[in-house]
């Protein structure tokens, strides 16, 4: 599975993740309603909001005068199994690491194990 960089980059901002964290325990909510629980302005949610859409992260209904954002379950599950997918390629690269440093501690060059 190839790996989508543009989800990835918004994922990666720690505001965002909160964001994320926030949406899914609430089932929901609104700039005004996450700019209460984040040290940072309504605007800057607004702007990290926009980026989570973008990516198809979330998805916005209109909720009066304001915007209601829920967590996209499809899209969230798209990147979890990316985070999958690099932690197994991950996995199996640190476990050859590990054969290779075993052997050259124990004086071999069987790697190949």
């Known amino acids: 599975m ?6 990835w980059s918004a994922i990666g901002d720690p505001t965002r993740r909160r964001m994320l964290d926030l949406l899914l325990a609430d089932g929901g909510g609104t700039a005004s309603s996450l700019g209460r629980q984040l040290p940072v302005t309504r605007q800057a949610v607004a702007k990290h909001l926009g980026v989570l859409d973008r990516v198809g992260l979330v998805r916005a209904t ?13 899209q969230l599950a798209v990147a979890v199994a990316q ?7 991950w996995d ?11 052997a050259i501690q124990h004086g071999t060059t069987n790697t190949e194990e």
Request: glycine residues 6%; aromatic residues 2%.
């Open 83 to 89: 985070l999958t997918s690099v932690g197994t390629a």
């Open 62 to 74: 209109a909720a009066g005068r304001e915007r209601r954002y829920r967590v996209d379950d499809a």
């Open 2 to 7: 190839a790996v989508d960089d543009e989800l």
């Open 92 to 102: 199996a690269r640190l476990q050859r690491i590990k054969r290779i440093a075993e």
